[in-house]
């Protein structure tokens, strides 16, 4: 493990070596140009280079030591400044020392010295100019974080100044768009499990509640022998839709924790299709219903699960008889459409208003007109043949107007 106090120290040696290094290389520099353009004995430039490093060293080191001890102590605006203030300070000192020895005039210094203090000046400015933006953007940068994490997902930061920073602003932004999203997506599980708690207690709790009465009733002595064995039939009826509530309870976590292992054969869903028509036939005559249903042209091979798309198909034609008044009709169709079979299933019932249409395919949601039990359903049914058709790689989707009935479909693809 890399102990923190090396880690701090390591930029500090790389700064202080690479310091180094552009010390001796502008000292070379500089050797080589005044060689060139003064033709100097050999003996002074030993000595200007000697008296480079020496000063480029100490300005150096002053430099780095100021900014490693006044990290933490000022800001960076004032970080920035003073050391600018300091190179253009050792330059001045530079100049008034090499212009001494070179026996400059008094005239002469005084006017590199006007214009070194103008220099200074101008670079104090452009110190603070460039730092104001930068420590604009990054006061900017910590407030969005804080109010980031005090919850506030939507917050997002203007991308300005630099590119690094327009850069920064950009990544900071995304982070703050995965959290919004994930956040959505917890807030959304949240609610749900709350919602399917609450709905479990209060289907199980309805027909626990006839139980517990129709049980009292007959061991009281309350009920008659007639009255017992009507109570005795109704809560046969109360046991069978538990257990059939339970059953599919456990089905759908089975589904949605994936742990439903699908039995895939290879066939063509003519056979499905008329099994269907054929088991439900009874229970749309019972309501005085036509139950019709065709093949256009022929079904190509697919791999699926019959027991599922059979339980699928059930599951749509029978509440096609469920929610269609007595003397209407439904009607069943699968087809090849593209490289997707597709099956539909249109009834002329009561339809599904917009508001239902978008709930529908949720655990226990049971539409405005069917929320009392008389019409059976848990309002599990389609949120298991959701889950089994997408366990397919297909799509499961309704179309309704209220009025002129629904149309449910489902494609699984070839
Ligand atoms: P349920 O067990 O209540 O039938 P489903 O999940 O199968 O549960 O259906 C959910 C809801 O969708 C139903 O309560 C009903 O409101 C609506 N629904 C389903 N099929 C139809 C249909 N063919 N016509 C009208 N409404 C329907």
Not at 239 to 263: H, P
Request: no cysteine; net charge negative; hydrophobic share 45%.
């Amino acid at each position: 493990m890399i102990n923190s106090s090396r880690k701090a120290q390591f930029p500090l040696l790389k700064m202080g070596g690479l310091t180094l290094v552009a010390v001796v290389v502008a000292a070379l520099v500089t050797v080589v140009l005044a060689d060139l353009w003064m033709q100097a004995p050999s003996k002074d430039l030993a000595a200007l280079f000697i008296y480079l490093l020496v000063s480029g060293g100490i300005s150096a080191a002053l430099v780095l030591a100021w900014l490693v001890f006044s990290q933490r102590l000022v800001g960076l605006r004032v970080q920035l400044v003073i050391a600018y203030l300091t190179g253009a300070a050792i330059t001045f000192i530079n100049i008034l020392v090499t212009s001494n020895l070179m026996f400059l005039s008094p005239h002469d210094l005084t006017l590199i010295s006007i214009l070194l203090i103008f220099s200074g000046a101008i670079v104090v400015f452009f110190a603070l100019f460039l730092s104001k933006q930068l420590v604009q953007s990054v006061a900017e940068m910590i407030g969005r974080a804080n109010e980031l994490a005090e919850g506030n997902f939507t917050v997002r930061v203007k991308p300005s100044g630099s590119a690094e920073l327009a850069r920064l602003a950009n990544t900071f932004n995304q982070m703050a768009g995965q959290l919004e999203h994930s956040f959505a997506v917890q807030q959304e599980m949240e609610r749900s499990r709350k919602e399917l708690v609450a709905a479990i207690s209060h289907d199980l709790r309805t027909p626990l509640a006839s139980l517990r009465l129709m049980t009292e009733a007959v061991s009281d002595g309350v009920a008659d022998e007639h009255q017992a064995a009507i109570f005795l039939e109704r809560m046969r009826g109360e046991v069978e839709y538990m257990t059939t509530l339970i059953d599919n309870l456990f089905e759908l976590s089975r589904l949605e924790a994936g742990s439903v292992k699908l039995n895939l054969e290879r066939g063509t869903l003519a056979d499905l299709i008329s099994d269907t028509l054929e088991s439900l036939q009874s229970q749309a005559h019972q309501k005085n219903q036509l139950l019709a249903g065709e093949i256009e042209g022929e079904l190509p091979e697919i791999t699926f699960d019959s027991h599922q798309i059979q339980r699928v198909l059930n599951n749509l034609v029978g509440n096609a008889i469920r929610y269609t008044p007595a003397g209407g009709s439904i009607h069943l169709q699968a087809s090849l459409k593209g490289d997707k079979v597709l099956v539909r299933v249109q009834d002329n019932g009561e339809g599904i208003s917009a508001a239902d249409r978008e709930k529908i395919f949720e655990p226990f949601y049971r539409g405005e007109r069917s929320r009392g039990r008389e019409h059976g359903g848990a309002g599990l049914g389609l949120a298991i043949a959701r889950r089994l058709i997408e366990a397919h790689h297909g799509r499961i989707w309704v179309e309704s107007q209220e009025g002129p009935g629904s149309t449910f479909s489902f494609e699984l693809p070839v």
